[in-house]
């Protein structure tokens, strides 16, 4: 895989810094994010659920 | 005693038979017909396709589970429905066909007070010349399809390690598919594989894709709130996209699919072709294709089921172009017009239109998604229809008394993009609600604050949560009806 020559498709999009791709795995951020993900979603259940 | 007759003993029958036994069980009788044995949970069944979860990890066999609660059982399919009875009597009921070895093509008729129609659907793999597992393409769309699908990725895998190159195209095997978000998931679960296998500089991905833009998923996408913008999910589905380097050919009907080659139209009304080497292709929807008669043995198959074989309920089908459609317009009790005690769970019931802006080619093809109703709204809809009639028998309820618009109902779904308990990620989204509701949010239809997506580990973790979470509720274990839909 190499990265997108200019005016390839690939070349266009935003694509994820080497911290934002570290975020996204990074084990203490990540327990974080599941506890906030689930409120969010609880919050859509519990609206869904009137 | 009244009985309650199921069919089908998917996401949205399993839950209503299960709410059903619960609430009526004592008092009335609740059976089940599906024509097959086992309870699928389908989420998981991308990681079969990639050969990181066993087959029998998403599956759990339905006749002890009904035994134990209380719930008549038969593993048929159902052919017809008679909504007035017959000559016998004016006593509704069905016609099925056993699937159980042991009785395999006897048929029988089975009475009933109420009935829920959860059928799903059929894949209609039909459509498409050269679509699915019998002809040149793989589906993951059942266990055992996904199983075949590992087996065939695993033999090119294996090209890809003697040192072969292999085009890899996953997506929608026809211009009117739904469900893109199960493809889309396998796509990136394949592409987090060749990566751990160590061959990902051996394959050229390729994204296929009936939607208008990518992220459309059969709603239209979605609006989040993202970095200070409210932006589109396109610009995050083409993110992934690049960023794992896939290819991406959207806008497209697939017109057939060759033994190494797909051909495709797109809107423009070119026509296109990708060679492949592995093709994973899901098939558009269709109803199973029940048929219906009235007391005298004439067909009445139209009053009940839409000419895709949906069942009618009690949305608004009149046909009006796209900028009229309102929420208003999607069912909100699933009951039949006709015969108040029918009605339809999942996807069964036929939606009003689509929530996609529907398109034609310049060759006048229709190339769009058609609306998603599996997962949490199939279950909510099957639990709000066994709620009404447990009303309507219990209580004398002359109409329906819980509703279950998708219009008014939020959904939570994950999609995976590779599985791995450390190094796993996915797509946790949120929308609210799912059909667009522009009256009520008029900038983009839906709650923004209710609404959005990330992606990370935490998801992967969410997703693998929920197989072992609705697994157990699936099994009825203790405190199974606590968990939410």
């Known amino acids: ?50 | 005693m009244a009985r309650l007759l199921i069919l089908g003993a998917g996401v949205a029958g399993h839950t209503a038979a299960s709410f059903a036994q619960r609430w009526l069980g004592k008092k009335h009788e609740v059976v089940v017909v599906s024509p097959n044995s086992m309870y699928n949970w389908i989420p998981s069944n991308i990681w079969v396709g990639v050969g990181r979860m066993k087959p029998e990890k998403v599956v759990v066999e339905l006749a002890p589970i009904y035994r134990k609660a209380g719930i008549d059982f038969r593993q048929a399919r159902c052919l017809s429905i008679h909504p007035e009875g017959g000559e016998s009597g004016g006593q509704p009921y069905v016609t099925v066909e056993c699937t159980d070895p042991a009785r395999r093509g006897e048929r029988e008729e089975i009475a009933y007070d109420y009935l829920v129609n959860a059928t799903g659907p059929k894949l209609n793999f039909g459509a498409t010349e050269g679509l699915g597992p019998e002809g040149n393409s793989l589906s993951v769309c059942t266990y055992g399809h996904a199983e075949a699908a590992a087996r065939a990725f695993e033999e090119s895998i294996q090209r890809m390690e003697r040192g072969e190159h292999q085009e890899i195209v996953i997506g929608t095997g026809h211009g009117m598919c739904t469900c893109q978000g199960a493809a889309f998931e396998y796509l990136f679960n394949v592409e987090q594989e060749l990566r751990r296998r160590g061959v990902r500089d051996k394959a050229t991905l390729h994204w296929l894709s009936n939607e208008y833009e990518a992220g459309d998923f059969g709603m239209g996408g979605m609006h989040l709130k993202r970095g200070g913008y409210v932006t589109h999910s396109k610009v995050f589905t083409e993110s992934l996209l690049a960023e794992r380097g896939v290819n991406w050919h959207l806008r497209a009907h697939t017109t057939a699919v060759e033994p190494h080659k797909v051909h495709y139209e797109t809107l423009d009304g070119e026509n296109h072709e990708l060679p492949f080497d592995f093709t994973m292709l899901i098939p558009p929807f269709a109803g199973v294709g029940l048929q219906a008669y009235d007391r005298k043995g004439a067909e009445i198959t139209e009053r009940l089921f839409n000419p895709g074989g949906f069942m009618w309920v009690d949305g608004d089908y009149q046909a009006k172009p796209f900028e009229q459609w309102e929420a208003s317009d999607w069912p909100r009790t699933y009951q039949n017009p006709h015969y108040p005690n029918i009605f339809a769970a999942g996807i069964a019931f036929a939606p009003p239109h689509p929530v996609s802006k529907p398109m034609k080619s310049v060759n006048g093809t229709p190339i769009f998604p058609t609306p998603p109703r599996t997962g949490m709204p199939s279950a909510m809809i099957g639990k709000a229809v066994v709620a009404s009639i447990r009303d309507m028998l219990n209580r004398g309820a002359t109409e329906p008394t819980h509703t279950a618009s998708m219009a008014e109902m939020g959904a939570a779904c994950v999609a995976s993009a590779g599985t791995g308990l450390f190094n796993g990620t996915a797509a946790s989204m949120t929308v609210y609600p799912i059909v667009p509701d522009f009256k009520k949010y008029p900038e983009y239809g839906r709650d923004l604050n209710l609404t959005f997506g990330e992606l990370g580990l935490a998801g992967h973790w969410i997703k693998y949560i929920l197989h072992v979470m609705f697994l157990y509720k699936a099994r009825q274990r203790f405190g199974w009806s606590m968990i939410p839909e």
């Open chain 1, 1 to 50: 895989m190499t990265n997108p020559k200019p005016y390839e498709q690939g070349y266009f999009p935003p694509v994820p810094t080497s911290a934002t791709r570290f975020w996204r795995t990074n084990l203490l951020w990540q327990v974080w994010r599941l506890l906030r993900i689930n409120m969010k979603m609880v919050r859509v259940i519990r609206a869904s659920h009137r």
